[in-house]
Each structure stands twice: as C-alpha cells, then as structure tokens.
Nanobody
Framework: QVQLVESGGGLVQTGGSLRLSCAASGRTFSSTAMAWFRQAPGKEREFVATIVWGGLSTYYADSVKGRFTISRDNGNNTVYLQMNRLKPEDTAVYYC?????????????????WGQGTQVTVSS
C-alpha cells in the first residue's frame, strides 16, 4: 500500500506561481514512477506530468510544457510540481499518483495509488 498526501494548493493570480508537494509513505517510494493529474469542474481528469523512479526523466502535457516542472526527493519520499506563469485554465483539483512500475505513462488507469487532491484556483 502507498499513501499519498498532497499540499500546496491555493488561490493565485494569473501569472503567479505555486509549488505542490506530495508526501508518500507505505512502500519503496524511490522505485516507483510518480505523476500529477488534474481535473477541472465538468471535465475529465487529465495528465499533467510524470517522473521516472530515479528522477532523471520527465514528461509533460503540451498544455504545461515550459511552465511546470516535476521533481522528486527520494530521500524525503516527496514529489513536487512547480507551477509558473499560471493561467485561469490551470484551475483544477491536482492529484498525485504513484505507479507500481519504474516508468510512468500518461494514462491514469496505469497508476495504482492516488492522493486526495489539492485545489488550485487561478484568478484572471
């Protein structure tokens, strides 16, 4: 079992920044791929970013590429999402997800564990 707890969400103006954190516990965090997804009201959940188990490879959705950065600290069992130049369309509940594999994908169904989510609201 893996427990994931997100934090760092909030209200920010357009162009601002936020850093989300996801604290993991329960199994060997360093051997699992991690990802962030988001879900806006009335929309389906969408992939945001993923990072491989060792942290040396990342992949982003086109909508956030160049603005968001995913990173991880395996010593502290934490994954981060630094979000810069935020836009109103980034408003969503952001979820942290953990895979049982070392390399993740863009598909939510391939992640085994999910956090409860943290709300990010970007005002125009």
């Amino acid at each position: 079992q893996v427990q994931l707890v997100e934090s760092g969400g909030g209200l920010v103006q357009t162009g601002g920044s936020l850093r989300l954190s996801c604290a993991a516990s329960g199994r060997t965090f360093s051997s699992t791929a991690m990802a962030w997804f988001r879900q806006a009201p009335g929309k389906e959940r969408e992939f945001v970013a993923t990072i491989v188990w060792g942290g040396l490879s990342t992949y982003y959705a086109d909508s956030v590429k160049g603005r968001f950065t995913i990173s991880r600290d395996n010593g502290n069992n934490t994954v981060y999402l630094q979000m810069n130049r935020l836009k109103p369309e980034d408003t969503a509940v952001y979820y942290c997800a953990a895979s049982s594999k070392r390399v993740g994908t863009m598909k939510g169904r391939e992640y085994d564990y999910w956090g409860q989510g943290t709300q990010v609201t970007v005002s125009s």
